[in-house]
């Protein structure tokens, strides 16, 4: 999975402030290495404390779905003052009393609080990875910081950093002062990571992978390169870390994180190449939606995942479709597959509230914002197209929640839900209403059947929804001996049983009840060949997009141009 942008902290940051934010923290961050092997990394906070007596000190608590960061924190000290706590203080919470304005000095060890190497389990690994080798460390999951502002001024300084490591971070290349927004955006990566350099953009790879680093390198420059020229901007320092992660046969995971001129990626080696492309652009592109064309929500920021997720998917794909990256095909297979799994999924109807509520516990729900957000993206671009005479389209939306951000930010910009709903009005079109029935209320959209003319059309039908039959993920961890075959199911109905022994299985083959899943099985010596339409018994009004017949050379140039939005 992707996770959304965290909203940027100086936005956030004023709220509640308790310290000039002239005031500065000094971090020294080193690693503890014990018979040649990485045991914690050890950071001190160097800062004044309040002219009252008494400063909080929080320490990592929860981010992104990941909680009881605390247990990665131990041997918690302070000079200049004494901890106290107060009844009703949680963990993370400490009360540091001490002289008016004293120097204070803070410290603690990070270390990994869990078992083994990460994992493909479904989710991104954001808590601290500390491992006999290597370090991985994503700013809040790691970094305690007063309860000030997070526009106060940090320093932050690397020290005993074993010669021959490769360090890197994107606090030490920023291009200008820091601050605590900047700590909790960061990541930082050490050890048997290789960095590579491109201009400003490096790359922190570890482990071993398909293709060259070089490869990887090759692959992602363009795609900044490229995002840089769409927006105006001129190119800034930007760091990818990329973790490998380990998997079952059969399986693969792909995900990663944005960060402040950063992303963290996190894979299994298998990963299928263009799947690699996409997220690296998706994510790459996190970078302006929204950090630049608006703020999110302060609390419950997944509310707006529709746009900072969404939008940002729908931009992926023109933007890889401009620069040739992704085929006209390959569009209309990835714009198809967001509408098959939109219709089918059983979070479709579900209303915003729930995505809030249960948007780290529910996979569904967690996908619903990334199909809805694309859909409404693809409609609003369509209104605005129809509206102007196909003088302009969503570009001109986001360059103008993005000047509209830059004029009005300030310390808060406004919010992007508010600056998108603005300049879609600039341009004629309202969606207010469209907001509160698709988004707010969960009512399913439905794109018009020439939204991406001249490509094809989008059509609706009424499928039966896709049944395995059996309970794939079982039987990869039964070494693809076949479990949980269902006596109501469609692979029961055709022969298969609990007990065969799959030569092959990929789950990540299949979905349409309409196209026959084959499988050889081993059994008693022999092969065979079982087949069958994996269709259920709940029928669903989906929509598919339908590229038109054999293209010719024009016809292709001129739905390209379509999908890239520069016709």
């Known amino acids: 999975m992707m996770r959304a942008i965290v909203a940027v902290a100086v936005a956030i940051a004023l709220a509640g402030a308790n310290s000039a934010t002239a005031e500065e923290v000094k971090y020294t961050v080193a690693p503890v290495i014990a018979g040649g092997a990485l045991k914690a990394i050890a950071i001190e906070m160097e800062l004044a404390g309040e002219p009252d007596g008494e400063t909080e000190i929080q320490l990592p608590d929860a981010w992104s779905g990941k909680t009881d960061l605390i247990r990665g924190i131990s041997e918690f000290r302070v000079s200049g003052g004494t901890v106290s706590a107060a009844a009703g203080d949680p963990p993370w919470r400490k009360r540091v009393r001490h002289a008016p304005n004293a120097t204070l000095s803070i410290r603690y060890l990070v270390t990994q609080y869990w078992t083994g190497e990460p994992a493909a389990n479904g989710q991104n690994e954001y808590r601290p990875i500390i491992r006999p080798g290597y370090f991985h460390l994503i700013g809040p999951t790691a970094f305690a910081k007063p309860n000030w502002s997070l526009a106060t001024a940090i320093t932050v300084k690397w020290k005993d950093v074993p010669r021959g490591w490769g360090f890197a971070s994107n606090l030490d290349e920023a291009g200008r002062p820091l601050n605590l927004a900047d700590l909790m955006q960061s990541v930082s990566v050490g050890g048997d990571f290789r960095v590579l350099r491109s201009g400003k953009l490096r790359v922190a790879i570890r482990g071993v992978w398909p293709f060259s680093d070089d490869a990887f390198v090759k692959r992602i420059e363009p795609i900044v390169a490229s995002h840089y020229k769409f927006w105006g901007d001129a190119r800034e320092p930007f760091l990818v870390t990329v973790l490998p992660l380990q998997y079952q046969p059969g399986t693969t995971s792909l995900g990663g994180t944005a960060l402040e001129q950063a992303f963290a990626f996190f894979a299994s080696p298998n990963v299928d190449d263009k799947q690699l492309t996409r ?249 065979r060949e079982i087949s069958y339409l994996p269709a259920g018994k709940r029928r669903v009004s989906v929509q598919e997009f339908r590229l038109n017949g054999a293209l010719d050379a024009a016809a292709r140039t001129a739905c390209a141009s379509r999908l890239a939005g520069i016709d």
């Open 279 to 527: 997220t690296l652009a998706h994510e790459h592109l996190h970078n302006w939606i929204p950090r630049r064309i608006g703020s999110m929500p302060q609390t419950d920021d997944t509310k707006d995942y529709w746009l900072s997720e969404g939008f940002t998917d729908f931009f992926t794909y023109r933007l890889l479709v401009r620069d040739g990256a992704m085929t006209v095909e390959e569009a209309a297979k990835t714009f198809g597959d967001v509408l098959w799994t939109y219709g089918f999924s059983s979070a479709r109807n579900a209303p915003n509230t729930q995505v809030v509520q249960s948007f780290w516990s529910d996979a569904e729900v967690q996908s619903l914002p990334y199909r809805r957000g694309f859909l409404f993206a693809a409609l609003a671009d369509f209104r605005v197209r129809m509206a102007s005479g196909g003088s302009k389209d969503l570009d001109d939306v986001m360059m103008g929640m993005k000047q509209d951000a830059a004029r009005l930010g300030g310390d808060i910009a406004p919010l992007a839900r508010l600056l998108f709903l603005e300049n879609m009005k600039k341009l004629g079109v309202d969606v207010t209403t469209d907001v509160t029935r698709f988004v707010e209320n969960g009512e399913s959209i439905a794109l018009p059947a020439e939204v991406w003319q001249p490509c094809g059309g989008v059509a609706t039908s009424e499928v039966a929804a896709f049944e395995r039959g059996f309970d794939g993920r079982r039987t990869i961890a039964n070494g693809n001996v076949v479990a949980g075959a269902d006596p109501a199911g469609p692979a029961y109905a055709a022969g298969l049983r609990d007990g065969m022994r799959l030569l092959r299985l990929d789950l990540g083959e299949g979905g349409d009840s309409r196209v026959p899943l084959t499988y050889r099985v081993a059994e008693a010596g022999k092969v």
